[in-house]
């Protein structure tokens, strides 16, 4: 038997693979995970009471738009490291667009806001629990990701671990928005993105373990 006739062998009763699985089981882990993470948010911190009065104003799209950018940068990555070849992930130097415009709008605000003012707009009322509070839900998101990676095939193992977490954590945030108050954007650079960076950290370490096949 040549090599060929091999190969016909080994793949003639292998079923083909619908088109976009994996970005509908990676959807549909995230989906998931987002799902216990809203009933936990809902059950144990309260969804804020002027939501609604929240929507209309610019602080809280500018907080949805931050981790909903980086969410769907993190989306890519992880669609690209769930393959054994991931190939480039140059595209995933976009994510520093979305920091670098809230950087930019936190610097506006100190502008207009006299300098004794300047640490209570950066620590608010909960810089203590926030990133801790994004850490916790990014959890649920992250065994929603693993669920998705067990019929995938990562090869690079702690980055896509990292990428997960990171994932995990920009979700987890965009959820946390239904509950925080904080209105300052050097709040949301400085705290809500350490708690992503805490869940994308989590995630390198847990990555080489979990994400094995």
Avoid at 51 to 79: C, E, P
Avoid at 136 to 161: E, M, V
Wanted: net charge positive; proline share 5%.
């Amino acid at each position: 038997m040549n090599t060929e006739q091999l190969i016909q062998s080994l793949s003639r009763d292998v079923r083909s693979v619908p088109r976009h699985a994996v970005a509908k089981r990676i959807g549909l882990g995230i989906a998931a995970g987002c799902v216990v993470a809203m009933l936990l948010v809902t059950v144990t911190l309260g969804v804020r009471p002027d939501l609604r009065v929240a929507m209309h104003g610019f602080s809280f799209w500018m907080k949805w738009t931050y981790t909903i950018s980086l969410g769907l940068g993190a989306v890519y990555g992880i669609s690209r490291l769930a393959r054994p070849a991931p190939g480039s992930l140059g595209g995933l130097w976009l994510l520093a667009a979305p920091v670098l415009v809230l950087a930019g709008i936190g610097v506006g605000e100190l502008a207009r806001t006299p300098s004794s003012d300047w640490l209570a707009m950066w620590l608010g009322r909960s810089w203590m629990v926030c990133p801790w509070l994004v850490l916790a839900l990014a959890a649920p998101i992250f065994a929603g990701l693993l669920w998705s990676f067990r019929k995938l095939a990562p090869t690079h193992l702690r980055a896509a671990g990292a990428v997960s977490g990171l994932g995990a954590g920009a979700w987890a945030a965009t959820i946390y928005c239904v509950h925080c108050p904080e209105v300052s954007a050097i709040f949301v650079l400085t705290w809500y993105s350490l708690g992503i960076l805490l869940a994308a950290g989590t995630g390198a370490l847990l990555g080489p373990r979990l994400l094995r096949w």
